[in-house]
């Protein structure tokens, strides 16, 4: 079992910037991959970005490519969304979820993921 706790959510003006955090447990941190995923009101959830688990490689939508890095910190069980020029669109509870897959395929759906998080709001006013 992974518990995973999000945290850094909240309202920022459009172009601002903000910094999500997961923090996991229960498991050995270094030998699951994560990835952070979005859902608007009314929409799907969606993929925004994973990482693999040392770090080397990263993964985004296309949507937020450029704008968006995702990072872990294995010594302290965590995982970052950097979220920079922000947009209204961007506006989503953004779940972390934590994967035992290891291909890019497997990442970047959320089938591929065991567990999730409770998810934060993000709300970017225009």
């Known amino acids: ?3 995973l706790v999000e945290s850094g ?10 910094r999500l955090s997961c923090v996991a447990s229960g498991r050995t941190f270094s030998t699951i ?16 970005a994973a990482i693999t688990r040392n770090g080397i490689n990263r993964y985004y939508a296309n949507s937020v490519k450029v704008r968006f890095t995702i990072s872990r910190d294995n010594a302290k069980n965590t995982v970052y969304l950097q979220m920079n020029s922000l947009k209204a669109e961007d506006t ?8 035992q897959g290891f291909t890019a395929l497997q990442i970047m759906g959320s089938r591929g993921y065991d567990y ?5 709001q993000v709300t970017v006013s225009s």
């Not at 999730?116 to 934060?120: C, D, E, I, V």
């Open 1 to 3: 079992q992974v518990q």
């Open 9 to 18: 959510g909240g309202l920022v003006q459009a172009g601002g910037p903000l």
């Open 33 to 48: 991959a994560m990835g952070w995923f979005r859902q608007a009101p009314g929409q799907e959830r969606d993929f925004v």
């Open 116 to 120: 999730w998080g409770q998810g934060t």
């Open 92 to 99: 989503a509870v953004y779940y972390c979820a934590a994967s």
